[in-house]
Nanobody, 120 residues
Framework: QVQFVESGGGLVQPGGSLRLSCAAS????????MGWYRQAPGKQRELVAS???????NYADSVKGRFTISRDNAKNTLYLQIDSLKPDDTAVYYC??????????????WGQGTQVTVSS
């Protein structure tokens, strides 16, 4: 099993950029498909970007062209470059396996996430 620590969020103006990082603990990071998820106020958690073990990426329509997912397997780290931020990008952003299948103590595992707030 792996665990994740997200960082890089913050308060930014519309049109700004952020780079989120996810440090993964585990010996098999390079073999897993990974994803970035977000949960906005009043909405369910959604997958916004994914990357396969082989490096193939996919994006939700709402973020396509603005978000870029990448991974550094040597550092066990997942990244999300976010450009042209919009207010509706405001959410807590999480990384996890894709699909998120880690179970600890009978519950699916999620890290603490990192808050992204887009406001003028």
């Amino acid at each position: 099993q792996v665990q994740f620590v997200e960082s890089g969020g913050g308060l930014v103006q519309p049109g700004g950029s952020l780079r989120l990082s996810c440090a993964a603990s585990g010996n098999f990071f390079k073999n897993y498909n990974m994803g970035w998820y977000r949960q906005a106020p009043g909405k369910q958690r959604e997958l916004v970007a994914s990357i396969s073990a082989g490096g193939r990426s996919n994006y939700a329509d709402s973020v396509k062209g603005r978000f870029t997912i990448s991974r550094d397997n040597a550092k066990n780290t997942l990244y999300l470059q976010i450009d042209s931020l919009k207010p509706d990008d405001t959410a807590v952003y999480y990384c996890n396996l894709n699909p998120p299948t880690i179970v600890i103590g009978g519950n699916y595992y999620w890290g603490q996430g990192t808050q992204v707030t887009v406001s003028s």
